[in-house]
């Protein structure tokens, strides 16, 4: 038995944050009611590279039902009024203010419906000031901060993914499952906001606490840790970078013993404690390159593993589809193409297979939905 089993989820949703929540959430047995407008969720259209959908598409709503509905027109409204009567959950992700004037603005809908629990995820909160900005992804990401301190020494850089709306989404399901939790004890629905910017606000705690308390925020440092070292990319006599990562003292003796075959820098005064080696790191960079780019890959790696040094390769993608601790799932597109992609994050004990889904077709459930709920 899955743990949200019986629980019904109502969504107007679209792009990804959104989509990302009730995925979680169908994943854990409930059902999802997806709501579309007629063109369908514009993420559809992002590419056609996962059996003829889009890859955040498919991702993100398999084992979703899909239902063309208008609520602005009044016999769509009573029949969305009529579902949401019945749901546990209603998540959306519209521009601010366009459920409201519809009617379907969350606080009316709990005084409705008062076992409802209702998520509004929106791009940067509900402050006047900057509740109508337009709020990707990538510009969420510059607006945060979160630009400013990725990338290398001379070049910005984003995070290669869609990781504010990813996240905002996640942040949406434990919001979801904290207000199931808190009905199941006072018996009453409730309702909470997620945004992407607070989201990635959130991740730059550390930095923003450098910043205003300690007089400045921390450097881009490309393939290297900020405030400790030796813990960064060191490249290979192949032309491969191997990321090394050092935590303690004990490792930093054993990295200068057993991998640069250099015991006597570890107590070199310059590089005799963390602090001392990151303020003389280009140095430190430079005794260590000297070493490894006088090593193959396998050699560096071997010696890391000898002297037990947490280490990575820098992979590609293509490497990641072989990696021996990738786990995949299949699912269906939406024209019924199988497309295998990474497991659930969260693995259950016992548990070896995960049911087959598929994406939905644009409205594939309105006669169905309609029916049940005439």
């Given amino acids: ?32 009611i997806k709501i579309e407008r007629e063109s369908g969720d514009f993420a559809r259209g992002y590419d056609k590279v996962a059996g003829g959908d889009s890859s955040y598409f498919l991702w993100t709503n398999l084992g979703k039902e899909s239902l063309v509905l208008d609520f602005k027109n009044s016999n769509d409204a009573d029949l969305l009024h009529r579902i949401l009567a019945k749901a546990d959950v209603f998540v959306q992700n519209l521009a601010p203010g366009a459920l409201e004037r519809s009617g379907f603005g969350s606080e009316s809908l709990r ?32 607006e945060s901060g979160l630009v400013s301190i990725s990338g290398g020494e001379n ?3 984003r995070v290669g993914v869609s990781i504010c709306d990813i996240n905002a989404g996640m942040n949406a399901h434990a919001g979801v499952l904290e207000a199931l939790m808190l009905r199941d004890r006072c018996g009453q629905g409730s309702g909470f906001e997620v945004s992407l910017f607070g989201t990635a606000a959130d991740w730059m705690t550390v930095p923003l606490l450098h910043s205003d308390y300690g007089g400045k925020a921390p450097k881009r440092a490309g393939l290297n840790h900020p405030s400790i070292a030796p813990y960064g990319g060191y490249l290979t006599q192949d032309g491969e970078t191997v990321i090394v990562a050092i935590q303690n003292e004990r490792e930093w003796k054993r990295f200068c013993d057993s991998v640069l075959e250099r015991p006597e820098i570890a107590s070199d005064p310059r590089f005799n404690s963390n602090a001392n080696r990151v303020s003389n790191r280009t140095e430190l960079d430079f005794i260590v390159s000297g070493i490894t780019e006088g090593l193959s890959r396998k050699q560096f790696i071997n010696r890391l593993t000898d002297g037990d040094i947490a280490f990575g390769s820098v992979n590609s993608v293509a490497d990641l589809s072989r990696h021996p601790a990738l786990k995949r799932r299949s699912g269906y597109s939406s024209e019924g193409i199988e497309v295998q992609f990474p497991a659930r994050p969260i693995f259950k004990s016992g548990e070896n297979n995960e049911p087959e889904l598929s994406a939905p077709k644009i409205g594939q459930h309105n006669a169905l939905i309609r029916q049940e709920f005439s």
Avoid: W
């Fill in 155 to 157: 070049e910005l850089g």
């Fill in 111 to 142: 005084k409705q419906y008062p076992r409802l629990i209702t998520c509004d995820i929106s791009g940067y909160g509900s402050n006047p000031a900057v509740q109508n900005m337009k709020a990707y992804d990538f510009l969420v990401q510059a």
């Fill in 1 to 32: 038995m899955l743990p949200l089993e019986g629980t019904l989820v109502v969504s107007i949703e679209q792009a990804v944050a959104a989509p990302v929540c009730t995925a979680r959430l169908r994943e854990a047995g409930a059902r999802v």
